[in-house]
Structures are given as structure tokens and as C-alpha cells.
């Protein structure tokens, strides 16, 4: 039993840069299972507050630079010898490398605070995007799960999600909302693409 579980067990890697609600929504979905394993981070962020969550959680981690990630094959390496059979980008905000994407054709996941193709592009992230979705006024907003490709916030979609901005909400307000809908929505996404495998 255990030899088959070992074979059929599938593997999340996952990379962030900061606070790490996702990983730990993530980890607890999945904590208990026998058929799937969080079994890595990746951290460009030394100080982050996902390596104290890692730690908890006994997830493995390291830390990477920018040397090492865009101008060695050192995390590429190390990311393919882990062997994952998913690469959840939970919150990193660094563009994933050419030779990562093209070697793991759909099998990189983001998710990303806004509704996607609106919001999104380099230095859309975190707040910056909760405060231009207030500063436009808008009345609806949500999260999308997209496959990662080499341009920030373009991969295809696989699932958007969204909810109501009020007139008076601020950009904390929307986060608030958004990180419900994050924790509602992308362990539920991960585990299903998972098992279409
Ligand atoms: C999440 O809201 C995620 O959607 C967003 O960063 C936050 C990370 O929170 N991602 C981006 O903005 C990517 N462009 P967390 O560290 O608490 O999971």
C-alpha cells in the first residue's frame, strides 16, 4: 500500500514572495491527504512571512535570488529534479524564467487579485491593483487563475471568481474580499487539476 502510494502521489511546488495566506490555505486543503504533497517553496523574499508559515507547516524552502533564477539554470535544475506535477505561483511577483515556462507547458498556475485581462501587467499586484480597482470605480471585481506563460498576467485562463465593490469600500475592503474568494476558490482549482491528470 504504501509502495502505491508513493508512486501515485502528486506534487505541488510552490513559489511566493510575501505574506503567504495562499501557501497556508493551500497546505491545510491538502494537509491529511495521502495522494498529494506540498513539496517545496520557493521564496525570493528573505524576510517574507511565508518562510515562518514554510516552517510550521514543514514545507522544505529556499530562498533565490535574481542571479541564480534569470542567469543560471540553478532553480531550473532543482525545480526539475523535484519533479512536480503542479507549480503554483501563490503570491510571487517575479516573472517566471523562459526556460521554467517552456519546460513545464501547463503545469505553472498563477493566481492573480483582478479579473483578468483588467488589472493585470507588470507591477500589478497586492494592493497596487485593489487601489486601482477603487480609484476606476468599479463595481465588480475578483480573482483569475491563469496558466503562467513569459509575459506577466497572459497565460489562459482557468477560472475567474468575482465579487461586488461597494461605493464606500476602500482598497482594504477589496482585498478583504478578494482574499476570501482566494481561500474559497484556488486549493478547490488546484486539487481538480490535479486530478485531470
Ligand atoms: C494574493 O492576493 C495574490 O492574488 C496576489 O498577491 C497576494 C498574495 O497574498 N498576487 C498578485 O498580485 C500577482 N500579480 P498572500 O501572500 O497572502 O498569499
Not at 38 to 65: H, M, T, W
Not at 106 to 122: E, F, R, S, T, V
Not at 124 to 141: D, F, L, N, P, R
Request: some cysteine; glycine content about 6%.
Amino acid at each position: 500500500m504504501c509502495i502505491l502510494n508513493i508512486y501515485s502521489m502528486k506534487k505541488i511546488v510552490l513559489f511566493a514572495s510575501g505574506n503567504g495566506t495562499n501557501v497556508q490555505q493551500i497546505a491545510e486543503h491538502f494537509s491529511g491527504r495521502s495522494d498529494v504533497e506540498i513539496s517545496f517553496l520557493f521564496c525570493n523574499k528573505k524576510d517574507a512571512y511565508v518562510l515562518e508559515r514554510a516552517k510550521n507547516l514543514g514545507i522544505p524552502f529556499q530562498i533565490i535570488d535574481r542571479h541564480s533564477f534569470y542567469e543560471t539554470s540553478a532553480v531550473y535544475d532543482q525545480l526539475a529534479a523535484l519533479n512536480p506535477d503542479i507549480v503554483v505561483l501563490a503570491g510571487f511577483l517575479w516573472l517566471m524564467p523562459s526556460n521554467i515556462v517552456r519546460s513545464f507547458p501547463d503545469k505553472i498556475i498563477n493566481i492573480h487579485p483582478a479579473l483578468l485581462p483588467k488589472y493585470g501587467g507588470k507591477g500589478m499586484y497586492g494592493h497596487h491593483v485593489h487601489e486601482a480597482v477603487v480609484a476606476a470605480k468599479e463595481s465588480i471585481t475578483g480573482i483569475t487563475i491563469h496558466y503562467v506563460n513569459e509575459h506577466y498576467d497572459k497565460g489562459s485562463v482557468i477560472f475567474q471568481a468575482s465579487c461586488r465593490v461597494l461605493p464606500q469600500d476602500t482598497a482594504d475592503d477589496v482585498a478583504a474580499k478578494i482574499h476570501l474568494l482566494e481561500k474559497e476558490h484556488f486549493p478547490k482549482v488546484i486539487d481538480k487539476l490535479l486530478n485531470e491528470q
